[in-house]
């Protein structure tokens, strides 16, 4: 059985696409990879490590799927799990709101306890405001990708932070740094 579910939302396929990026990087044993739009809340029952994958609508808007399972992602109870999360947004087009689905997705699962880990840094991105950003510490509460702007900085952003949560989840198992 694999050691991480990680759930993602996506109706263009960018945020899909990078999940499966992830999965490839950490391990196809080690991540199930789980479209919000097909789970229930007892899927993450089976986990104790979890990546949520969002991407950013419009003004600040919550991807469809996501939405459509918000009630139910507030019920989860996430005490005693370890989770990271990761965002799509654009930072120039949309820039007072970029990975603001993101924020708001952590707020809603911190309430129930998880340990989150996967903050990153918010350098090299231009932005005016961010739901997603930690107050006064320079960090997302996530992996922060600009696939429309920054598409070129991906690959090695993702292989950071898989390298990154791969020790944060304490796992022994092989990692592969990709180019794609």
């Keep these: ?11 263009e396929g960018n945020t899909e696409r990078v999940a499966y990026r992830i999965q490839k990087r950490l391990g196809e044993d080690v991540v199930d990879v789980r479209d919000i739009a097909d789970v229930t809340q007892l899927d993450f029952a089976q986990y104790d490590k979890v990546i949520l994958g969002i991407p950013t609508w419009d003004f600040g808007q919550i991807q469809s799927d ?8 507030a019920a ?3 005490s005693g799990k370890q989770v990271a999360l990761f965002g799509l947004g654009d930072q120039f087009g949309y820039g007072d709101y ?10 809603v699962i911190i309430q129930s306890g998880p340990e989150i880990v996967g903050h990153w840094p918010t350098e090299g991105y231009e932005f005016e405001a961010s ?13 922060a990708l600009d696939e429309d702007q920054q598409e070129n900085l991906s690959a090695d952003r993702l292989n950071r932070w898989c390298t990154q949560i791969h020790v944060e989840f ?7 740094l990709l180019d794609d």
């Design 1 to 11: 059985m694999a050691q991480i579910g990680l759930f993602f939302g996506s109706d």
């Design 66 to 73: 996501w939405e459509e399972f918000w009630d139910d992602i």
């Design 76 to 78: 989860v109870d996430f």
């Design 98 to 107: 970029f990975l603001d689905a993101m924020g708001m997705l952590h707020d």
């Design 131 to 143: 739901k997603a950003e930690i107050p006064g510490a320079g960090m997302f509460v996530g992996l």
């Design 170 to 176: 304490g796992l022994d198992t092989p990692l592969d």
